[in-house]
């Protein structure tokens, strides 16, 4: 008997390998060995589906970042930022996951699917820039200044981006991520001191 998880896992590797337009309820069910209609039974409709896949996917990277914040929130800032950078390219690092959160990204900017996202819990980032904006402003008053916060994590979420963009064509690999690591914060701590 299928449930609802098979559903959404299988749903979960249609979307992040095929894409949302690309992904009919028709897909999923033969991916199953399922009628179409029996999806019905289980999900009104594919948005209903992706807003689940979508919902379970934030809840898990929400409680990561969670965790990150826990274990290194009293580290020395170099740590707390390199171990919230490692520690999502190791989350990340499944290429299904990568995969769905990119293509999330992109269709954010698709007024059809602002429902969608609104209401799936997905928008960690603006979660973990309010979180570490917090600490660094605490600990470093010149962050008081929102524009300065605000340079600092423009070149921390595109030197992120820029990594899992190299995680799509060569996968994950903790030297590599080391070694990117040295170089950005070589430049970055210039903000701090």
């Known amino acids: 008997m299928v449930t609802k ?8 590797r249609l979307f992040a390998s095929k894409g949302f337009h690309e992904t009919s309820m028709e897909n999923i069910a ?5 009628k179409k209609q029996s ?3 289980h ?11 979508l919902k379970d996917q934030a809840a898990q990277l929400n409680n990561e970042i969670s965790l990150i914040l826990t274990e290194y929130r009293e580290k020395p800032t170099d740590m707390l930022l390199k171990f919230v950078f490692m520690r999502l390219m190791v989350f990340l690092s499944r290429r299904d996951r990568l995969l769905l959160w990119k293509r999330t990204y992109l269709l954010d900017i698709n007024d059809e699917f602002k429902d969608i996202l609104e209401n ?5 980032d603006r979660v973990l820039m309010t979180e570490l904006g ?8 010149k962050f008081l200044n ?20 190299w995680m ?6 903790v030297n590599t991520a080391e070694s990117i690591w040295e170089s950005f914060w070589s430049g970055a701590k210039s903000h701090f001191t």
């Open 146 to 165: 929102e524009e300065r916060l605000d340079a600092f994590f423009l070149s921390y979420t595109i030197f992120i981006q820029g990594y899992l963009d």
């Open 43 to 53: 999900f009104k409709s594919k948005n209903e589906i992706v807003l689940n896949v």
């Open 5 to 12: 998880r098979d559903i959404l896992n299988i749903a979960f």
């Open 134 to 141: 917090r600490i660094l402003r605490a600990r470093y008053p």
């Open 30 to 34: 033969d991916a199953l060995g399922l």
């Open 168 to 173: 799509l064509v060569s996968g994950y690999d």
């Open 39 to 41: 999806l019905y039974s």
């Open 120 to 124: 799936s819990g997905w928008k960690f």
